[in-house]
């Protein structure tokens, strides 16, 4: 005598790309980020064992800082199209936030994962992604870094980030001497951190109760006099220098007093990130 039986349930969808998913998977989500989060999220795209197709965002915002996190997320059987964990508008500056996501087959928050997806840095313009794609434009950027001013007797330093190369185009800062009778004479070096790459002293020497404006560029004319009712003054600097992560580029002034103030300091780079 025949006897019923049910037939296994099966998917009838089976996308060309597309990674199966068991009811036994679990998404787990790894971030470590330097500083605080707004708007980090992490978007799914999936389709279910019916066939339909499915949109999951979730938060990641709020994790402790300068400690290893871990998010654990439910999934549905069928097909993982993609996993995209953004920071869109949310200001993450490079190298301060990273995120891996990979699959494992227990909710413990300790548990390895059996196959790693995607993991990386995500800032306001790099995404981490299953299918992994190289998320961003690689031509460098041309921005500007204006600071007030820096603390009395102190010189202009600007470190290069991490994961990070500059290109200086412009230095711009206002030297304001005290009372204090000395003769100034202001340099712009470059330096790895350790060692002086590149330095040369500007021409005209600053003395005490003045405020002079140097301007320095990569087409900058070599002016031995400053000039203008705010003694602005111009010097070059050597075109098409990369700086690579952890090198300073900056002033260094000899007899530099302790009441002495830059201020109006401004820096533009080409930035490129890796």
Known sequence: MPVDFELPPRLVAAPDLGLYITKDDILRVV?????????????LRYIDRDGGSHYHTESLDGVPINTLSTRIIPLTEGFLIS????????????GACWVSVGLQLSRQTGTPPHQMLSQGYVS?????????????????????????????????SYTVPARTMWTPLLLRGTLVTSATVATRKVSL?????????????????????????????????????VSGATNNLAWGLPPGVPLQPGWVVG????????????????????????
């Open 31 to 43: 971030i470590y980020t330097t500083i605080a989060t707004t708007n980090l999220v992490i978007v």
């Open 83 to 94: 996993a995209v964990v953004s920071n869109t508008g949310g200001g993450l500056p490079d």
């Open 124 to 156: 306001d313009f790099q995404s981490v992604m299953y299918p992994t794609v190289w998320s961003r434009s690689i031509v460098p950027r041309s921005y500007s870094q204006p600071v007030a001013a820096v603390a009395a007797g102190t010189e202009i």
């Open 189 to 225: 070096r470059m330096t790895d951190g350790v060692n002086v790459l590149w330095q040369d002293y500007v021409t005209p020497t600053q003395a005490a109760s003045l405020s002079y404006v140097y301007n320095f560029s990569t087409g900058a004319n070599f002016e031995a006099a």
């Open 251 to 274: 002033t260094l002034t000899d007899a530099l007093q302790a009441t002495d103030q830059w201020t109006s300091v401004a820096l533009v780079v080409t930035e490129q990130t890796y």
